[in-house]
């Protein structure tokens, strides 16, 4: 069964430091999304991406923050000075169609220190 | 905005039970899906099963079926002949569909329920 995967699936880095989670999403999904989950609490959206831009962010998703879709497989979010609020489970995640389903990643646990 | 409500922050139960897992949900829209997603310790997210709020039939995936009444906003799950395999976080979460068919919403979540099924 085809699968999104991400890497790292853990990363520690120090505040103030630059950060990039890679997602691949299904190849041939057309709608791509980043999820954050921050310890205990609940899953929150960041960002929608479609037809090589965004569609939608949420306030959380802020200057800091930056997406990219590179090469036409990889998916990547960017966080450009990184904060101790930022540590996180970050999940990407694919829909082929607006009336799919999406597919989550197993997600990138985000350590900043 | 929508509002994705899970007031049961946990639940247990005997293996072979039936559990059933409380959502409501708040919005004006009139088209949207929703959603239950699983969680387990792996933390990965694992879609278990979903609702078109345009169907009036409920959504059944083999031991799981939803209760949806749309007028009330309500979206519960039942996990039938549950198995030590389904304890894990439960989230319900809500999708509205744009008008101008862009399709690019992003899911609102509760704030989950953990669902632990002892031997």
């Known amino acids: 069964e085809p699968e999104v995967t991400q890497t790292p699936s853990h990363q520690v880095t120090q505040m103030g430091q630059e950060v990039i989670l890679r997602c691949v999403p299904i190849s041939n999904h057309l709608y791509f999304y980043w999820y954050r989950q921050i310890l205990g609490q609940k899953v929150e959206f960041l960002v929608s991406f479609y037809n090589n831009e965004i569609s939608e962010k949420s306030e959380i998703f802020d200057d800091q923050f930056s997406v990219e879709r590179p090469d036409g497989s990889n998916f990547t979010l960017k966080i450009r000075s990184t904060k101790l609020e930022d540590s996180a489970m970050y999940f990407c995640a694919s829909r082929a169609g607006q009336f799919l389903g999406y597919t989550f990643g197993s997600g990138t646990r985000l350590t900043v220190v | 905005a929508q509002t994705v409500t899970q007031s049961q922050p946990e639940m247990s139960v005997q293996e072979a039970e039936t559990v059933t897992l409380s959502c409501t949900y708040d919005t004006s829209e009139n088209n949207y899906y929703l959603f239950w997603y699983k969680q387990p310790p792996s933390r990965q997210m694992i879609l278990v099963i979903r609702q078109e709020a345009y169907k009036q039939q409920n959504a059944t995936e083999n031991r799981f079926s939803v209760n949806f009444q749309k007028a009330a906003k309500s979206f519960s799950l039942k996990i039938s002949d549950s198995q030590l395999g389904d304890t894990a976080m439960y989230f319900c979460?809500?999708?509205?569909?744009?008008?101008?068919?862009?399709?690019?919403?992003?899911?609102?979540f509760g704030k989950g329920t953990h669902l632990i099924i002892q031997p």
């Open positions: 979460a809500f999708m509205k569909l744009s008008a101008a068919g862009g399709g690019a919403d992003g899911l609102t």
